[in-house]
């Protein structure tokens, strides 16, 4: 369940469907890019009766309506992500770099949101662009690491080694 339909509410769209969320939008306005195949829009204002059957809901409506989503999620056990709203959450989305099949989240604990999105744009811009071909070195290696009974103590050296490798060209 997304709460809003502005930029905001969006914005977290895109995130939520590639987990494979089923998504309801609920929001008096709602803004074009909002209604997409998969999603279920209802332009309205939000109702309790939103949340039954829910488990997880992101808020990102005015605080006076996060408000009213975290009391009908509390009485229902769902957890809230408020977004930009920690007072009114019971759970918060850190920043996520996803890359080649690598994930690296980052959490303030809904303290500095802006801070988290900044720390994940950093780690996006430090992550080499050719990451895939760090994990298909590191796997092939690995393979052969659990073949040669290497200890786990040993592989991270020597992960390192064969990264240095891919670039002695």
Known sequence: MLVGGGKVAEG???AL????AMVTVVAPEIRTGI???????????FEDTDLDGAWWV???APPEVNRQVLAA???RRVFVNAVDDP???TAFAGGVVRRSGVTIAISTGGRAPALAGLLREAIEAWLPGDLEAWLAAADAARRQWKDE???????????LETLNKLYER
């Open 35 to 45: 209604a997409r195949p998969g999603v279920t829009v209802l332009k309205r204002a």
């Open 58 to 60: 992101v808020a990102a």
């Open 73 to 75: 999620a509390e009485a």
């Open 12 to 14: 977290k769209l895109g």
């Open 17 to 20: 469907l590639e987990a494979g």
């Open 149 to 159: 009974a290497v200890s786990m103590e040993q592989r991270r050296p020597r992960l």
């Open 87 to 89: 007072a009114h959450a």
